[in-house]
């Protein structure tokens, strides 16, 4: 069983800059997938941003490339997702997941673990 302790969040300005951190808290440590999904009410959750195991890969919704920077600790199951250059349409509950599947090409696709999430953290871009 894995806890998803999420912190961070907040409301900014847009051109501001805000940095989310999710640690999973669990009985043994194996370096896993873990990254964010963000969700607007009445809206679908989406994929932001995914980093690997071992931190070497990572993927990022093409909305957000550029932006936001995702990262972990070494040998931790613990990630933050920098994201500057904040634009109102980042506004959403931004949800820490682990496992999720990943695949890379033209455009990243990250689908999550729907087993594991995050308690949600709100970040609200004013403009």
């Known amino acids: 069983q894995v806890q998803l302790v999420e912190s961070g969040g907040g409301l900014v300005q847009a051109g501001e800059s805000l940095r989310l951190s999710c640690a999973a808290h669990?009985?043994?440590?194996?370096?896993?997938?873990m990254g964010w999904f963000r969700q607007v009410r009445g809206k679908e959750r989406e994929f932001v941003a995914v980093?690997?195991?071992?931190?070497?890969?990572?993927y990022y919704a093409d909305s957000v490339r550029g932006r936001f920077t995702i990262s972990r600790e070494p040998a931790q199951n613990t990630v933050y997702l920098q994201m500057d250059s904040l634009k109102p349409e980042d506004t959403a509950v931004y949800y820490c997941?682990?496992?999720?599947?990943?695949?890379?090409?033209?455009?990243?696709?990250?689908?999550?673990?729907?087993?594991?999430w995050g308690q949600g953290s709100q970040v609200t871009v004013s403009s």
């Open positions: 980093i690997s195991g071992t931190g070497i890969s990572t």
């Open positions: 997941n682990i496992d999720p599947r990943c695949s890379a090409g033209p455009e990243d696709r990250c689908v999550p673990d729907e087993d594991h």
């Open positions: 669990e009985r043994t440590f194996s370096p896993r997938f």
